[in-house]
């Protein structure tokens, strides 16, 4: 298995310029999760997903959307990129049922706008 | 609402000896589960351990063990024998019954040789 793939790995943006960063997973897990997490802080909850068609804001949804059409996939969108934008970003992904112990996270995205 | 709350910005720890790291959580789900993740300098989240909210035991993985104090709605990371490689970051995180995973600002730990 692969596991939680991000795609891509570095993006360097111009401001008001847009972008999709994808986050794929093969488990078959219900629940998939977007962070971002700024230099030296924790991970603030962007959107999160609890099935395909099923979206729902985090802590710090704005400037961002997201859409869940199948199990695997759960992209996030950038509209007019700004430069509070610039951080990592994280994809989880979490199994359902019991017997669920851990969040399966993907290997991040670096993205700067500038 | 949930919330994880970790008091210590940064530790320091001698090599060999344990530390616990703090964690509390408000939640007023009935079904939750608590993690601890590891970040080290080089940016991936590591897995480390996990408490559901209905276990009796404390969990344990190896040199990492949860002090899950329910009532006080407590989660200490307790890491024994520290060794150098264990400097890193260290996040708790809560998922309550709607699968929001909600994580805590992190503490910073440093082992001294």
């Known amino acids: 298995n692969a596991g939680v793939t991000q795609t891509p790995k570095f993006r360097i943006l111009k401001i008001g310029q847009s972008m999709t960063l994808q986050c794929a997973q093969d488990?078959?897990?219900?629940?998939m999760y977007w962070y971002r997490q700024d230099p030296g802080m924790g991970l603030k909850l962007i959107y999160y997903?609890?099935?395909?068609?099923?979206?729902d804001k985090g802590e710090v949804p704005n400037g961002y959307n997201v859409s869940r059409s199948t199990t695997e996939d759960f992209p996030l969108r950038l509209e007019l990129a700004a430069p509070s934008q610039t951080s990592v970003y994280f994809c989880?992904?979490?199994?359902?049922?019991?017997?669920?112990?851990?969040?399966?996270f993907g290997q991040g995205t670096r993205l700067t706008v500038v | 609402a949930q919330k994880i709350t970790q008091t210590q910005p940064g530790m320091f720890v001698q090599e060999k000896e344990a530390v616990t790291l703090d964690c509390t959580y408000d939640?007023?789900?009935?079904?939750?589960?608590l993690f601890w993740y590891k970040q080290p300098s080089s940016g991936e989240m590591i897995f480390l351990i996990y408490?559901?909210?209905?276990?009796?035991q404390n969990a344990t993985e190896g040199r990492y063990s949860l002090n899950f104090q329910k009532a006080r709605k407590s989660a200490n990371l307790v890491i024994s024998a520290s060794q150098l490689g264990d400097s890193a970051m260290y996040f708790c995180?809560?998922?309550?019954?709607?699968?929001?995973?909600?994580f805590g600002k992190g503490t910073l730990l440093t082992v001294n040789p």
């Open positions: 939640t007023s789900d009935p079904s939750y589960g």
């Open positions: 488990m078959n897990h219900n629940y």
């Open positions: 997903s609890v099935g395909a068609g099923i979206t």
């Open positions: 408490q559901g909210s209905y276990d009796q």
């Open positions: 995180a809560m998922r309550g019954s709607n699968y929001k995973l909600t």
């Open positions: 989880a992904s979490f199994r359902s049922a019991g017997g669920d112990t851990e969040a399966f």
